[in-house]
């Protein structure tokens, strides 16, 4: 799993044949033919893809060892991370921003966000880029190390599958109201101590913990999704800016809750983003690779000591 966070950090994202994207094409595909405007329908949906995924991710695990097994693990790891890239793309923005290059950070938002580029002025720019950098640093990173930790390289590939399905269907807009229920229901889910994961590091290691624990005590449950407002505050209260107010997206507006008590989120702060987001996917690396070594041995105690009690 670690070697897999380096090879993220030195590369990114693979720039062809991602399995992510060959994954959501066949997800579009699914869609075409199994697309109802109903609840039951996207569970469907929700069911066969990431059934498959985990079980095809399972197969491995069975037959190989040593060499092979962490090779695999790996490129697992590799494949569904997405925190170099996206700390790229943050930076690229915090640039065109600085050289006043509105319409060349307009070009890079659809990377970050599903929001409205052609609504947005420097302020909104910064702001859109700034909180999807906080929500996707836990999606993006902190979500698939927990999985793996947790559950191996299902877990991984099975926490991509529900992210990248909630992310293509999971909309309020009139189409997925109904079938991308189960899906954002999912992901809801899955994220719940991956979000509170990178909310607790965002207090160890943001420089202002006080404010931090402030914001998140006090916006984050203000915010539609309950592990976003825990990300986004958090990032709200180590950086001191304020997040959140109107929001367009291609289906519509919401105003979202405001989340912070600091002045609007400038360049600099999206530059100050983007490194505390790096700390945060190392410390959370460090964090899930301890939790992986540990969980073994933490199961065959248990293990011992139900026979003892059952003896």
């Not at 915090?94 to 050289?99: H, I, K, P, R, S």
Request: glycine share 14%; hydrophobic share 45%; aromatic share 4%.
């Amino acid at each position: 799993m670690v070697a897999g966070f380096v090879l993220d950090e030195l590369f990114g994202d693979p720039s062809r044949g991602h399995p992510v994207a060959g994954f959501g094409r066949l997800t579009g595909a699914v869609e075409r033919r199994m697309y109802r405007d109903s609840r039951a329908a996207g569970v469907g949906l929700v069911g066969v893809m990431v059934g498959s995924t985990v079980a095809l991710a399972a197969l491995p695990g069975r037959r190989s060892a040593g060499v092979v097994d962490v090779a695999v693990t790996a490129a697992s790891t590799w494949v569904a991370l997405g925190g170099t890239s996206l700390c790229r793309v943050g930076d690229a923005v915090a640039q065109a921003l600085e050289a006043e290059d509105l319409e060349g950070a307009r070009a890079l938002i659809p990377s970050l966000c599903g929001r409205d580029p052609e609504s947005l002025d420097e302020a909104g720019l910064c702001r859109a880029a700034l909180e999807s950098i906080a929500e996707n640093t836990s999606d993006a990173t902190v979500g698939p190390l927990v999985w793996g930790a947790l559950a191996g390289v299902p877990g991984v590939l099975g926490y991509r599958a529900v992210n990248t399905l909630d992310a293509m269907v999971g909309y309020r807009s009139e189409r997925y109201r109904n079938f991308g229920w189960a899906a954002a229901r999912l992901d809801d889910l899955v994220n719940l101590l991956p979000a509170r994961l990178a909310g607790s590091l965002l207090v160890v290691i943001g420089g202002a913990p006080r404010r931090t624990i402030a914001a998140w005590r006090r916006d984050s449950s203000a915010h539609p999704s309950p592990n976003a407002g825990v990300v986004e505050a958090g990032f709200a209260g180590a950086l001191g800016v304020q997040l959140g107010g109107r929001t367009v997206y291609p289906y519509g507006v919401e105003m979202r809750p405001t989340l912070g008590s600091g002045p609007a989120p400038g360049p600099a702060d999206l530059r100050a983003a983007v490194a505390l987001s790096r700390r945060v996917q190392r410390a959370t690396v460090l964090t899930c690779a301890v939790v992986a070594v540990v969980r073994p041995g933490v199961g065959a105690a248990a293990r011992r000591l139900s026979r003892r009690i059952a003896g």
